[in-house]
């Protein structure tokens, strides 16, 4: 089956979900990675992956240089996934403000309350470190288990604003060939705080974390079930329908 746009037939968007990471998402990472680390090739960073695990491709290769650590993390167990947090939305495993740079695509549209995954990674990212968030505002539904949202770029804006991120830029790629995902890109920066704002911000996500119910204990058996990375709540990318 063939699906129309832009005035021309395009492969079935199911065939190409299932041959690899379509190519706009890598070309978007590459360039970030481009325009905000090439100068810094000779650095000692420390890079999370947020949604790492290879369904269908991974950024991994775009992040392997002799002084760069790359860590692959996500909600279930598989191949390019370092760490497996034992609370999705409290990753207890990784130290505050430990890492320079974070990045995550095609993961979350996935994620069911991705507010608290941002938190996290604002959490773990030290000051002026940088965060690369990619996720659909279009696509088909493609549930791993779950396929829950789509993002435009105010909404990635407002989303960095919640953690305390400072925005430098923010698009959709409507004219992407592939654009049947229409990708959103958000790059930011956690800015430096005073120790007092840093402290009750530290103070204010381990009392609200302790507080709240246990939100990965709130998936329902039907949804856990579902899809090859059962109870993933950050999964992997482009997974098929």
Known sequence: MKHRGAGRLVPGIAQVLKWTMHPSSMERMSAFRDRY?????????????????????????????PTWRYTGLDMAPGKNVDLVPR???????????????????????????????????ARVLKPQALCCIIA????????????????????????????GLEVLEVNTDWNAP?????????????????????????????LSHLLKPRLHDTLSPSRCSEGPAAGATATSRNAPS
């Not at 279009?138 to 909404?155: K, L, Q, S, T």
Request: negative net charge.
């Open 178 to 206: 592939d654009r049947w995902f229409a990708d959103t890109v958000l790059v930011c920066r956690k800015p430096r705080e005073d120790p007092g704002m840093r402290f009750r911000r530290t103070a204010w996500r381990w």
């Open 37 to 65: 680390l090439e100068k810094r090739r000779d650095e000692r960073l420390a890079i999370l992956d947020v949604g790492s695990g290879d369904v269908n491709g991974t950024y991994r290769e775009l992040f392997t240089m």
């Open 136 to 163: 659909p505002s279009a696509a088909p539904e493609h549930r791993h288990p779950v396929d829950c949202w789509r993002f435009y770029p105010d909404g990635f804006s407002a989303l960095a604003r919640y953690a």
């Open 87 to 121: 609370d999705p939305y409290f990753w207890h495993e990784l130290a505050a403000e430990s890492f320079d740079v974070v990045i995550s695509g095609q993961a979350f549209e996935h994620v069911e309350f991705f507010w608290e995954t941002i938190r996290e990674i």
